[in-house]
C-alpha cells in the first residue's frame, strides 16, 4: 500500500533525498535511476499546506490573512521565505498599489506612509 509522500518530508528531517526506483503499478513498469523530488515536495509539510492553500484562494493575501488568521505582513514574509527556498523569482519584488491601499484600509500604515509607497 502506498504512503503518503509527506511521511518522507517528515522522515528526512530536511535533509537531501533521493529516489532510487520508481514504479507505475497499472503499466508494471518499474524505473530505477537516481531522482530528486520536485522542489515543493522538499518544503515542509507546513509549507507546503500553506502553498497549497494559496494557489487554493487564487493567490488572494486577503483570503490567506482569514484561512491563517494573520495579517498581510505575515503572509508576505511567509511567502518570500517559501520564495527562497524554491528560487523560482525575485523575492521582494516592489509592492502594489492595491497591497498598498490594503494595507492602508487595515491601519497597518499610515496615510503618509502609503503615499511614499505609491511614489515608488
Known amino acids: ?18 529516489i532510487k526506483e520508481v514504479e507505475v503499478p497499472d503499466l508494471g513498469i518499474t524505473i530505477k535511476g537516481e531522482f530528486e523530488l520536485p522542489r515543493l515536495a522538499e518544503l515542509n509539510p507546513d509549507d507546503q499546506v500553506f502553498v497549497q492553500s494559496f494557489l487554493k484562494v487564487g493567490g488572494s493575501i486577503k483570503e490567506m490573512e482569514q484561512v491563517f488568521g494573520v495579517s498581510y505582513p505575515t503572509i508576505k514574509n511567509r ?42
Open 79 to 120: 511567502l518570500s521565505r517559501i520564495n527562497e527556498q524554491l528560487g523560482i523569482v525575485e523575492v521582494n519584488p516592489p509592492e502594489s498599489r492595491q497591497d498598498i491601499l490594503a494595507l492602508l484600509d487595515k491601519g497597518e500604515i499610515t496615510s503618509a506612509e502609503a503615499l511614499e509607497r505609491l511614489k515608488k
Open 1 to 18: 500500500m502506498a504512503r503518503d509522500w509527506s511521511e518522507l518530508t517528515k522522515l528526512t528531517q530536511g535533509n537531501t533525498l533521493v
